[in-house]
T-cell receptor, first 114, second 117 residues
Framework: AQSVTQLGSHVSVSEGALVLLRCNYS??????LFWYVQYPNQGLQLLLK??????LVKGINGFEAEFKKSETSFHLTKPSAHMSDAAEYFC????????????FGGGTRVLVKP | NAGVTQTPKFRVLKTGQSMTLLCAQD?????MYWYRQDPGMGLRLIHY???????AKGEVPDGYNVSRLKKQNFLLGLESAAPSQTSVYFC????????????????FGEGSRLTVL
């Protein structure tokens, strides 16, 4: 079985400040990990993904995430928040290449203050 | 390309009524999914399909039925709607394992907001 825990259902950051969203997972096999973003009244869009290889992955809109196997974590960061980053962010895991289902965390809503 | 299209986008039902949500994808994906999204609970998998003619239960299947008669379509049915089924429903699809380009990435529709009174 696999599961995902996102610490903090709401995060408030000032424009220009660091964005840090935490994600921890559990998986019995090497996982594939994803971050998705959901803007208001829209579906989910892929931000970035880790499958194999380099553990620091870069995504769209200046976001990046680092896979740390020893900590079972996949935290999402952005050095400088922009007003357009206000959205809900979801971490997700699947069982590597053999997986056929994504398991999502509960989501973290990001508010960006001017 | 349209990607993943869901219809209808909004619906209000009375308790006990039935309805069907339609999901259509034009990417020739093997795998299709129905999720529901509720505040603070993320997305929870209702049912999924790994190919035409196949379906399987997800995390929260009770009260829902699905069918995948054509590869491009995945239908979600509510036979007797209950207020607990008030939610936003998302359909998603992915290529499927064993394909060179598969990385498990899901492609989502824009959602169907269902209210059961």
């Amino acid at each position: 079985a696999q599961s995902v825990t996102q610490l903090g259902s709401h995060v408030s950051v000032s424009e220009g400040a660091l964005v840090l969203l935490r994600c921890n997972y559990s998986s019995s096999v090497p996982p594939y990990l994803f971050w998705y973003v959901q803007y208001p009244n829209q579906g989910l869009q892929l931000l970035l993904k880790y499958t194999t290889g380099a553990t620091l992955v870069k995504g769209i809109n200046g976001f990046e995430a680092e896979f740390k196997k020893s900590e079972t974590s996949f935290h999402l960061t952005k050095p400088s928040a922009h007003m357009s980053d206000a959205a809900e962010y979801f971490c997700a895991v699947t069982r590597g290449a053999a997986g056929n289902k994504l398991t999502f965390g509960g989501g973290t809503r990001v508010l960006v203050k001017p | 390309n349209a990607g993943v299209t869901q219809t209808p986008k909004f619906r209000v039902l009375k308790t006990g009524q039935s309805m069907t949500l339609l999901c259509a994808q034009d990417m020739n994906h093997e795998y299709m999914y129905w999720y529901r999204q509720d505040p603070g609970m993320g997305l929870r998998l209702i049912h999924y399909s790994v190919g035409e003619g196949t379906t399987a239960k997800g995390e929260v299947p009770d009260g829902y039925n699905v069918s995948r008669l054509k590869k491009q379509n995945f239908l979600l049915g509510l036979e007797s709607a209950a207020p607990s089924q008030t939610s936003v429903y998302f359909c998603a699809s992915t290529i499927g394992p064993g394909r060179f380009s598969n990385t498990g990435e899901l492609f989502f529709g824009e959602g169907s907001r269902l209210t059961v009174l």
